[in-house]
């Protein structure tokens, strides 16, 4: 799905334990390389790329927040870069991806059995990589505010709640918010952050009033893919009134 000529979204359906998972990583092209936003799930690697551009390297990642099916193909990549890969990550979720803190919302346990499908090899990856006997991983931290040089520019807007690191990015070039897991699509309805998934929902509710003020025609969701319509009455029906 096209956004720009060099912003498009990707429609993976991956299966993910017993269930199939449908998400919308997003690619920005600039020549021949790639910057990609989100990684997918763990296993998820060549499937993610058959949908990247005959001839482009990635080289660069940025991202959203620590959740595994957001950092789960990182390895992978890291592995495959040529050179070094730019590791693009806000500091509240920096510690877990470097793999100096746990994953919020996967235990030991959980991430065992999560992982537990995957090629021993894919599995060893995994852990090398999100270990505190390994180095850190993010190569460029971020704040919120920033405006990332890709594709014209490209704002960083921090929104926590769903993780304490959790970033949404804003072109303005083509008036598109990318949401991640701030924001996701039910049914063709734009909703809030998914409740079971978002440890302090009152601060991600309270995080969607950054979208307010931005010229706004296209909203990414990581989960649900586009919406084009009035983000601006959502988001009043979304956000209690303080």
């Known amino acids: 799905m096209k956004i720009t000529d060099t912003i498009e979204v990707i ?3 991956l299966k993910y334990g017993e269930h199939e998972m449908v998400i919308h990583p997003v690619v920005i ?5 790639a910057v990609l936003i989100d990684t997918g799930v763990p296993g998820g690697y060549n499937t993610m790329m058959q949908h990247i551009r005959p001839g482009s390297t990635i080289s660069s990642v940025i991202l959203t927040h620590q959740d595994l099916d957001h950092v789960g193909t990182l390895p992978q990549l890291l592995d495959a870069a040529p050179g070094k890969l730019n590791v693009y990550a806000h500091i509240g979720d920096q510690p877990t991806i470097d793999g100096r803190a746990p994953f919020l919302k ?13 090629p021993e090899s894919e599995r060893d990856a995994f852990y090398s990589v999100f270990s505190p006997e390994t180095p850190g991983n993010v190569t460029h931290t971020l704040h919120g505010g920033e405006l990332l040089p890709f ?3 490209l704002q960083v807007i921090h929104t926590p709640g769903h993780t304490p690191g959790h970033i949404s990015l804003y072109h303005p070039a083509s008036k598109t918010l990318i949401t991640a897991d701030a924001m996701a699509i039910d049914e063709g309805q734009l909703m809030g952050p998914v409740p079971n998934f978002t440890p302090n929902i009152d601060q991600a509710l309270q995080s969607l009033n950054a979208f307010r003020e931005l010229d706004i025609d296209t909203v ?4 649900g893919g586009l919406f084009r319509g009035d983000l601006q009455q959502r988001l009043d029906e979304l956000v209690p009134s303080s």
């Open 29 to 33: 092209y600039e020549g021949d390389q």
């Open 11 to 13: 429609e993976l359906k």
């Open 220 to 223: 990414v969701c990581y989960h």
């Open 106 to 118: 996967a235990s030991p346990e959980r991430l065992k059995g999560m992982l537990s499908e995957l």
């Open 151 to 153: 594709a014209g520019g």
